[in-house]
């Protein structure tokens, strides 16, 4: 874990009070707020938030250089899982990672065929993170370690405090400088993907209209308390604004968390009292344009030639008196497109804004630029979106090979295959359970961070399922073919499939194995799938003890699994 080599120690980095921070809020921006209270207040929040423009998730390392740097150091990524130093454009070791696990949100069939991308590539939870710290914090909640088992001296896992987890076996504790960054990520989530149905709830809850249960609400309040809004956060609120038009109203509003879940449950919220300035809060009058702010820049990352990839900017305003005049202008405007070119001042002035389509159709490799302007409207001056986006050659993928799992456990096992030699920007895993017992299948599939990982955890195992599991690759919209299929049966033994029988006998304090040829290396395992023994060369006649109970034996020349009760 220790052998990179752009890895350093840095000193702990000093934050500031928020109220020394400059942030950037357009005016009238959360106007929609005043006048609310308890739910209102939160669906309010929700409406305001959602209205973002969805980002690729192969263009967010465009991104992390403006979101996620250090104000005095560009070139260094901010990670806030290690105090290790990475540089942008040699980020090999780091994942992108969803501050709350994606495993956490129910697949889209289970949620009401409710579009889970926009939580996938909302870039106001996903920071680029250490590998080996993002790998040992799993899909584990937020909590305090009471005994560790992993310490990079910023991120530390291990057993949860007692009234932590959710019943998580373990929980992900970062370091204090972060607590209330991690909160107020929270808090935001809570509230923009309130709609979604959560598969594991050891944070979050369903049916119930805060979202969050209440030990976490405890730890997340005290933890936004104690840890302030920095200018880190207030920089990268702005930053991410110019991404994807929309910002984290809790590191704007401090004590908004309050009102919610804190001490000022039930009160009503109004701007003045968040010490908001007056033109943050208000507008004079002229026309004005919210959304988008100029400096916007939207980057479609790569999209392979053939396919086309569509981004929303939401155009909102306040007082327009005219129509909004858009269109795309400047160097490669032919591969960009929009569908209209003119925007009524009754939907640009509305509360949801106009969405408007930007479309990338690129007809040859290579990258590609082109600005969008928006005027008129009664607007003094305009206001110019850069539109980046690059074009690559269709790309070939071959099927891979899922491997045998690894790490089983009663309770959990890892997934692994074989790594092709292309490109590949993450892996998809579709896993099946049989339910011996309900006679319930469910499948469900899985996605890496990148495409440098070739294994995937799963923590989930019960007894008396089956589990099976196949892999593809996933690289500019085009997908491989399903992989074979691994199965790990109820006992925990992986890859069953009958071939080459051998005679398992028996006996008193173990069994027998009669086998015409030398067979090569054997294992047996008990029946929750741990290893009991294992012999390099198993030939005819050979006795192996064991005490009383189950066992499986697996040769490495036979994919037949042999059950043996020894009396």
Not at 200 to 221: A, I
Not at 237 to 266: H, M, S, T
Not at 320 to 326: G, I, W
Not at 521 to 548: F, H, W
Request: hydrophobic letters at 35%; aromatic letters at 12%; glycine letters at 8%.
């Amino acid at each position: 874990m220790m052998k990179r080599l752009t890895r350093i120690l840095m000193a702990a980095v000093a934050v500031t009070a928020w109220m020394t921070a400059q942030a950037t809020i357009p005016a009238g921006y959360y106007n929609s707020l005043e006048g609310k209270s308890g739910e209102a207040l939160k669906n309010a929040i929700h409406d305001l938030a959602m209205q973002h423009t969805v980002l690729s998730y192969n263009s967010l390392w465009n991104y992390f250089p403006e979101t996620d740097c250090y104000p005095d150091d560009p070139g260094r990524v901010w990670d806030m899982y290690s105090d290790y130093v990475y540089r942008f454009g040699a980020t090999w070791g780091m994942n992108r990672e969803h501050s709350v696990p994606k495993s956490w949100w129910a697949p889209s069939g289970q949620n009401n065929n409710v579009n889970l991308y926009p939580s996938y590539t909302d870039i106001n939870h996903l920071y680029p993170s250490d590998a080996d710290a993002n790998e040992a914090k799993l899909n584990w909640p937020l909590g305090e370690v009471s005994q560790t088992t992993f310490d990079n001296g910023v991120t530390k896992v291990g057993y949860p405090k007692i009234g932590q987890g959710g019943g998580a076996s373990e929980v992900f504790e970062p370091d204090d400088r972060y607590k209330g960054d991690f909160a107020r990520t929270y808090f935001y989530m809570a509230c923009t993907y309130q709609h979604y149905i959560w598969r594991y709830t050891f944070m979050l809850t369903n049916n119930n209209w805060k979202t969050l249960n209440d030990w976490s609400v405890e730890l997340l309040c005290r933890w936004a308390r104690n840890d302030a809004v920095s200018d880190k956060e207030v920089d990268r609120n702005d930053a991410v604004q110019k991404c994807q038009n929309n910002r984290n109203p809790f590191i704007d509003i401090p004590q908004l968390f309050e009102y919610i879940w804190g001490n000022r449950q039930g009160e009503v919220f109004y701007l003045s009292e968040a010490g908001m300035s007056s033109d943050t809060t208000t507008y004079s009058g002229e026309p004005e344009l919210i959304a988008p702010t100029q400096g916007t820049v939207l980057d479609f990352g790569e999209v392979a030639i053939g396919k086309s990839l569509e981004y929303t900017l939401y155009i909102k305003g306040h007082g327009l008196n005219n129509p909004l005049s858009v269109k795309v202008y400047l160097y490669d405007k032919d591969m960009f497109s929009i569908p209209v070119n003119m925007v009524s001042r009754s939907m640009a002035n509305s509360a949801e804004g106009y969405p408007l389509t930007i479309t990338y159709t690129p007809t040859a490799v290579g990258d590609h630029t082109s600005r969008l302007l928006i005027s008129d409207g009664g607007l003094v001056g305009s206001v110019g979106v850069e539109l980046r986006a690059r074009c690559a050659e269709v790309p070939v993928l071959t099927t891979l090979t899922a491997l045998d799992a690894s790490n089983i456990t009663g309770s959990s096992y890892t997934a692994n295959w074989k790594a092709p030699e292309e490109k590949v920007d993450y892996y998809m895993i579709t896993r099946t359970i049989y339910k011996h017992d309900s006679g319930e299948t469910l499948t469900d599939v899985f996605t890496t961070e990148n495409g440098e990982e070739t294994s995937y955890n799963f923590n989930d195992r019960h007894s008396n399922e089956t589990h099976t599991y196949s892999v593809q690759s996933y690289r500019l919209g085009y997908i491989s073919e399903p992989s074979n299929v691994i199965t790990i049966d109820a006992t925990g033994l992986t890859g069953i499939q009958a071939d080459k029988p051998l005679q398992v006998i028996a006996m008193e304090g173990g069994i027998l194995v009669k086998c015409s040829e030398n067979v090569g290396q054997a294992i047996v395992y008990n029946v929750s799938g741990q290893e009991m023994c294992r012999i390099d060369e198993l030939k005819d006649n050979t006795v192996i003890e064991l005490p009383r109970g189950i066992y499986l034996l697996k040769t490495a020349s036979s994919r037949q699994a042999w059950k043996i009760a020894v009396r």
